[in-house]
């Protein structure tokens, strides 16, 4: 019955725990609730009695990029798409600035545009992305590109934050046709105060966004910038997309909170076109940067102009590209911007703007010719075409100005010096560092070594003592005498180990003092050194045109166009022309005076020879050819001369030998005959001697006297029968008797040497008449070689 009982209670309990398991199971694969967003803390807009602005909101000329192209009335912008320009962004600043107070402003895509260019494929780089919509704030005469610098900050449509060409998450990613919105945030009784926040179709996109420092204090004027869209930017009354909380737009800002910027036309109703005129190198673009900043309104069209803009807008360009100030090398790997299509594009549409320009081709606005091809650009009667002429002494403030660039220059030469010392020095202090912690750990392994060593000697030590008093204590006999050793032992053993111990705590002190050493002098490196600051010399302060690590001219250009250089005229087809530093003569005199410091110094590159000259250059050839045929001639007879005279002294060489030669023979030939002679009387006498022992032996010798007498008188008949060679036959030209002594001198065989050796062989011969025809033979064999 007990078991009957427990077994429903197990069942519920097994199917309690199943249906536990299961809402447990069921609770783990819910998802996680996702974070409940802060609370809103912008507050409805109070009533405000206090004046409005009357003057519509506006995008006015001057505060927008040269392709933007708005509607009548300025709520739609549009960009041009054509000649490279569609890869630049498009930017516009409104008229009106918030300075305190808060103020709300919207803008929406209503169109994103295919630039269709085939420009980008293949091996050239495409400029990313291709549309796109940012929104933002500025200040006053900042650049029109948001994002690039550090005067503006703005949304992007993948909600970024940008500023200063850094780009930080900040809210939801915003398509084509929502409506962009943008709280400025200034109000100092607000929580959010100098915030901006971005709203996408009245919804807060983005938590309130702190303003940079640099942006605190100042006046924000609404901004947008576009690539390759239409926008339609509203700054009205009524939101195109309400707020969860009721707050101001821009138009219906007070006076008191805003400053308007206004763009009054000129009274004539023409634009100034400013053309300057300055030397290469001569502080052109120093002054165009002073005139700039004394004129804010003026647009610069130059090719500097065109490439800041092209890497503002993000496209890419490879590091030290520039070969001049002028004409600087675009290589964006861009058809239309590496070929400066772009640049044609940007005149095609400067002259249909009503806004003051300064053109600034440093080449083209010294040549006539250059000049009137531009001139022609602004031939509408809305522009006042100036030229403005900068050369000979400068003014007092462009002195200034220069002082100053050369002091910012010096310094940041000696602050990249100081920054590559800083460098070397820490360098160095690591691989000091590193030879310390090499030379520690060598310390410590030594450290550990000698620790073990001593180690295995006391428990060595100790063993052998337990081992002794083990021993000892086993003799009961001597328990009383070993008792007092074994605490001797101990003591002594305790010694050494108090010993051990006050030295690792000598060497721990040692190696906390090294280890502070090390630590203070590494805070003392790590301090940082204040950069030197630098002054200006006598000499310094002397320079009135700075020295540029960039030429304003290429090499090439200068040398062929610097003869051209010419001072503008007013019949060129100025309005104006203005001499800002000289006077007129003295600008000519100046130029002058420069031109031709040029040509003792410049390589010409393209000099041309003319009719005259080459006709005098055919005479010069035909005269020098002439006067090489006489040389010619006349080396021809000096040859002949020198020739006929080494003939005579050759052939005189040659009798010389053949004479010596002769000379030579005829001795060793009366040599050979007094050998013979010689020879003779030995073989008588003894032929004497024996006939005197036996009579057959005188017999035989009288027999062979007739004989040997007979082939002497026909030697001697046959030698007056050949005929002596005729020193014509011999040696009848210079070539042989040259070759003969040639032969001689080489193989040692002279007329002496062949004398020596007539002799030598005379001696060796045991008969004369075999010497005397052996001679014969290695003569004539030579002789005929």
Known sequence: EEAEAEEPKTADAEMKSAEGETAEDAKMEEPPKAPEPPKELEEDEKPCSKPKIKDPVAFLTPDTTLNVLPSVNSSILMCMKDGGIQHFHAGARASVGVSKGRYFFEAKVVEFLHSGDAAAQGTHRKPRPDNFLRIGVSTAGSTLVLGATEDNVCFDTDGSVVHNKTRLPGG????????????????????????????????????PQPLPDCLKGKTLYPHVSYKNATVHVNFGSTPMAPLPFTCRMVQDATKADVEVS????????????????????????????????????????????????????????????????????????????????????????????????????????????????????????????????????????????????????????????????????QRKKQMEK????????????????????????KEANKKAAEEKKAAEAAAKA??????????????????????????????????????????????????????????????????????????????????????????????????????????????????????????????????????????????????????????GKYDNRIAKKKAEKLSKQARKLADKARKEAEKVRKEALKKAAAEKA???????????????????????????????????????????????????????????????????DLLGDGPADKKAKTDDDAEKAPDGAEAEEAAEAEFEAAFKD
């Open 262 to 425: 206004t763009h009054k036309a000129p009274d004539d109703g023409k634009y100034d076109v400013v053309f300057p005129v300055s030397l290469p190198d001569e502080g052109s673009f120093d002054w165009l940067d002073l005139f700039m900043e004394k004129n804010p309104t003026y647009t610069e069209l130059s090719d500097r102009m065109v490439l800041d803009w092209a890497e503002k807008s993000g496209l890419w360009r490879p590091k030290g590209s520039n070969s001049c100030n002028d004409k600087p090398d675009m290589h964006f790997q861009v058809p239309e911007l590496d070929d400066s299509s772009v640049r044609r594009a940007v005149y095609s549409i400067a002259p249909l703007q009503a806004r003051n320009y300064v053109v600034m081709e440093v080449k083209s606005n010294l040549i006539e010719d250059e000049r009137k091809e531009i001139l022609n650009r602004f031939s509408t009667g809305t522009f006042k075409k100036t030229a403005l002429v900068t050369m000979g002494e400068p003014t007092a403030d462009f002195k200034k100005r220069t002082t100053e660039l050369v002091l910012k220059q010096k310094q940041e030469a000696s602050d990249k010096t100081f920054e590559l010392q800083q460098l070397e020095a």
């Open 478 to 631: 001597a328990a009383k005498a070993a008792a007092e050793p074994a605490a001797e032992g101990e003591e002594k053993m305790e010694e050494e180990e108090k010993e051990e111990k006050e030295e690792e705590k000598e060497e721990e002190e040692e190696e906390e003092v090294d280890e502070k050493e090390e630590e203070a002098a590494e805070e003392a490196v790590e301090l940082e050194e204040p950069k030197p600051k630098v002054e200006l010399t006598a000499e310094d302060k002397k320079i009135v045109f700075r020295t540029r690590d960039i030429k304003d001219l290429a090499p090439f250009v200068m040398s062929t166009t610097f003869a051209k250089f010419s001072v503008p005229k007013k019949a060129e087809g100025f309005d104006e022309v203005k001499f800002e530093w000289s006077k007129e003569a003295k600008c000519e005199e100046y130029l002058k005076t420069w031109i031709l410091d040029k040509k003792l110094n410049t390589r010409i590159e393209d000099l041309a020879p003319s009719v005259w000259f080459q006709q005098k250059w055919k005479e010069w050839l035909s005269t020098v050819q002439s006067w090489h045929g006489e040389l």
């Open 678 to 744: 010689e020879a003779d009387k030995a073989a008588a006498e003894k032929a004497a001697e024996e006939a005197k022992e036996g009579g057959e032996a005188k017999e035989g010798e009288e027999e062979a006297k007739p004989m040997e007498v007979d082939e002497k008188k026909e030697e001697e008949e046959k030698k007056e029968e050949e005929p002596e060679v005729a020193p014509e036959q011999d040696m009848d030209d210079e070539e042989g008797g040259t070759k003969r002594k040639a032969l001689w």
């Open 172 to 207: 939801t990613k915003i398509y084509r046709e929502a409506v962009m919105g943008v709280l400025v945030n200034l109000d100092k009784d607000s929580p959010n105060y100098q915030t901006l926040s971005l709203f996408k179709d009245g919804k807060r996109a983005s938590q």
């Open 434 to 457: 590193k030879v310390k912690e090499m030379e520690n750990m060598r310390k410590a392994l030594e450290k550990a070594k000698k620790k073990a060593e001593k180690q295995a000697e």
